[in-house]
């Protein structure tokens, strides 16, 4: 089955010159075989985040297609770090002002995700995503991939975000709760 829906990924490397085979490229494979279309990039500084979306944005004919932006990337709860520097999920949001209109922004759990209501609602205002989610808990133990490749498949026959978490939740309600699965919109 192909869908229309598709994700554009973005890891965070210590080093983009190196091929990396990473879980994260192994679980889009697996997506792919199940119809969900993908693009997967690396980035191991601010500035090569930016060039990677905003070739996305301007060069690629199908973005209005990429329903899910998945950031794989380490950091705390309000800030994702790259090449050992921090930036703040804000500095992030003013970076794609108005350029992710309609878009679901979703983090793995290698960085937890904890927004207080008036910073995800200062990231979705900016950037006009649809939503931000992600993980509450990190936990190098267990990682998201597996909850995250079941979110991106309700994403593909579901457009109302709150039906898509009640789906996650009542079908992997225990990975869900100890990952802290959580989307604000």
Do not use: W
Not at 29 to 56: F, K, P
Not at 65 to 75: D, F, S
Request: overall charge negative; aromatic content about 12%; hydrophobic content about 35%.
């Amino acid at each position: 089955m192909e869908y229309d829906k598709f994700i554009f990924s973005l890891e965070a490397v210590p080093d983009v010159e190196n091929e990396h085979e990473t879980e994260t490229t192994k679980s889009l494979e697996q997506l792919a075989i199940q119809g969900i279309e993908s693009i997967y990039q690396v980035c191991d500084t601010i500035e090569s985040l930016e060039e990677s979306l905003t070739a996305l944005l301007y060069d690629d004919h199908n973005f209005t297609n990429y329903e899910i932006i998945y950031l794989v990337m380490k950091g705390e709860e309000n800030n994702i770090c790259l090449n050992n520097y921090y930036y703040s999920l804000e500095e992030i949001a003013e970076l794609f002002e108005g350029k992710m209109r309609g878009k679901i922004i979703h983090f793995a759990n290698s960085k937890p995700l904890d927004l207080t209501a008036e910073e995800s609602q200062y990231f979705l205002d900016i950037t006009g995503a649809r939503a931000i989610s992600g993980y509450g808990n990190y936990t190098s133990k267990v990682t998201s991939s597996n909850l995250d490749k079941v979110f991106f498949s309700l994403c593909q026959d579901e457009d109302d975000v709150v039906e898509i978490v009640e789906t996650l939740h009542e079908k992997h309600y225990t990975i869900c709760k100890l990952l802290d699965f959580r989307l604000y919109y």
